[in-house]
């Protein structure tokens, strides 16, 4: 019999939620005491961990709201068949057959209607602009599946040469009309008034910002961005920061029309002070965090090793370059690095931006003329103790921009000093 992978009551009050994200994907092999998904509440990032080691199947997509104690997964150990598992009823009260046996699970609430596609077959109908209504899948009870999205494609012409260096480009960074292709973007927080549209640096991804966002209340909306070749995005590369800057751009329009505070950490730093030059956005504030392009020095040795290590123990000591206390880095924060390099597709592709933009160790992008030429005041927040990029950088910068220098500070001041840096964003959210 598999193991039941059920949705846990992680407060009082709680009756039912939905998964903030899965950390695992569907047929994978999982261990036992291994993180299988997130759940938001009002708190913090709640995770969920293995109960058993196995292969795990009917994973429940995060757009579904989910009971209490209800099945959201099964764990299949050596020797089980995906799909042997007790009888249950269909509606009728009829024992369900081999094909409905494995979605129908007590508590999951579904209407009934449209497709049900695996998060990763959303995910590539998304990018690729693709309908799934009318679709068949091939899936256990017809659920939509990759290679389903995949054969609609059509035009897609032979299968994709795994990332590399010289390939990077899994899914496309354009559209056919030669437009910019949308990025992965989340919501990660409900509220009123500007919402903030927030970019992670180098090597991260849009749960970056998770941690801060967790430290303190606020009643700002918080949209959080997965950049180019990172995350779930498209892991092609583009040519130059004005190109990706168009892609976030096409992506905050398809998620809001109007004014917006832009935050960004490190690379995203950098990336959001070009958006707030073009002029494209109705950026009423920017707040920058650790960010990069303020001068060419950047630790190239962190860059290669934290692509090359491939286990906790290598990876580890890489990591902790990035603060300025060791324990910030918690054990949930190296698995989800660990599981990036897990991927070997995901970790070409960080390879390939990263010769792209910081060659020979160097930062080739530089955004104090971009600085200089807005007419808002700018926030900067960095760390004296930074060894991924050096504080000394901050020095001359212009007029508008004012700087909080935060001391037994590293490179992550949104993860060291959460709090602080909400304060910083909301002071910037009210002036907008």
């Given at each position: 019999m598999p193991t039941h992978v059920v949705y846990p009551k992680v407060s009082l009050e709680m009756s039912s939620g939905r998964i903030a994200r899965w950390l695992v994907s569907e047929g994978e092999?999982?261990?036992?005491?291994?993180?299988?998904?997130?759940?938001?509440?009002?708190?913090?990032?709640?995770?969920?961990?293995?109960?058993?080691?196995?292969?795990?199947?009917?994973?429940?997509?995060?757009?579904?709201?989910?009971?209490?104690?209800?099945?959201?997964?099964?764990?299949?150990?050596?020797?089980?068949?995906?799909?042997?598992?007790?009888?249950?009823?269909?509606?009728?009260?009829?024992?369900?057959?081999?094909?409905?046996?494995?979605?129908?699970?007590?508590?999951?609430?579904?209407?009934?209607?449209?497709?049900?596609?695996?998060?990763?077959?959303?995910?590539?109908?998304r990018e690729h602009g693709i309908a799934l209504d009318?679709?068949?899948?091939?899936?256990?009870?017809?659920?939509?599946?990759?290679?389903?999205?995949?054969?609609?494609i059509g035009d897609a012409g032979p299968a994709r040469r795994p990332a590399t260096v010289e390939n990077p480009a899994i899914l496309p960074a354009v559209r056919k009309d030669g437009s910019p292709a949308t990025l992965n973007a989340v919501w990660l927080r409900k509220g009123e008034g500007l919402p903030v549209v927030l970019l992670h640096g180098f090597s991260a991804d849009l749960n970056n910002w998770r941690g801060m966002l967790a430290a303190a209340r606020a009643d700002w909306p918080a949209l959080a961005i997965d950049?180019?070749?990172?995350?779930?995005?498209?892991?092609?590369?583009?040519?130059?920061?004005?190109?990706?800057?168009?892609?976030?751009?096409?992506?905050?329009?398809?998620?809001?029309?109007?004014?917006?505070?832009?935050?960004?950490?490190?690379?995203?730093?950098?990336?959001?002070?070009?958006?707030?030059?073009?002029?494209?956005?109705?950026?009423?504030?920017?707040?920058?965090?650790?960010?990069?392009g303020l001068g060419p020095q950047i630790n190239g040795a962190f860059v290669e090793g934290v692509l090359r290590a491939r286990q906790r123990e290598s990876l580890k000591p890489w990591l902790d370059l990035?603060?300025?206390?060791?324990?910030?880095?918690?054990p949930a924060f190296l698995q989800a690095v660990v599981q990036q390099r897990d991927d070997t597709d995901l970790t070409a592709a960080m390879r390939a931006f990263a010769e792209r933009f910081f060659p020979d160790g160097t930062q080739a992008i530089a955004i104090r003329d971009d600085l200089a030429r807005l007419s808002r005041p700018v926030r900067i927040v960095f760390g004296r103790q930074d060894r991924i990029l050096p504080f000394s950088a901050t020095a001359g910068l212009p007029g508008n921009v004012g700087l909080h220098a935060l001391d037994a500070c590293g490179h992550m001041p949104h993860l060291e000093y959460p709090a602080l840096v909400m304060r910083i964003l909301g002071e910037v959210c009210r002036s907008g």
């Open positions: 092999t999982v261990r036992q005491g291994q993180v299988l998904f997130e759940i938001d509440n009002d708190k913090a990032a709640v995770e969920v961990e293995s109960p058993a080691t196995g292969v795990i199947h009917a994973l429940v997509d995060s757009e579904v709201e989910v009971d209490v104690g209800a099945d959201v997964a099964r764990i299949y150990g050596a020797g089980e068949t995906y799909g042997e598992t007790e009888p249950q009823e269909t509606a009728a009260g009829e024992p369900a057959n081999e094909a409905t046996r494995a979605i129908l699970v007590p508590g999951v609430r579904r209407s009934g209607r449209g497709p049900n596609p695996t998060p990763l077959a959303r995910r590539i109908a009318g679709l068949t899948g091939t899936g256990p009870g017809g659920r939509i599946q990759k290679t389903d999205v995949v054969a609609r950049l180019p070749a990172h995350g779930r995005s498209p892991h092609a590369v583009p040519e130059d920061l004005d190109r990706m800057a168009g892609s976030i751009e096409a992506t905050v329009a398809a998620q809001h029309d109007g004014p917006l505070v832009l935050a960004g950490h490190s690379f995203g730093g950098a990336l959001a002070a070009r958006l707030a030059s073009r002029g494209q956005l109705d950026i009423r504030g920017l707040c920058l965090v650790s960010p990069a990035l603060v300025h206390d060791a324990a910030v880095i918690s």
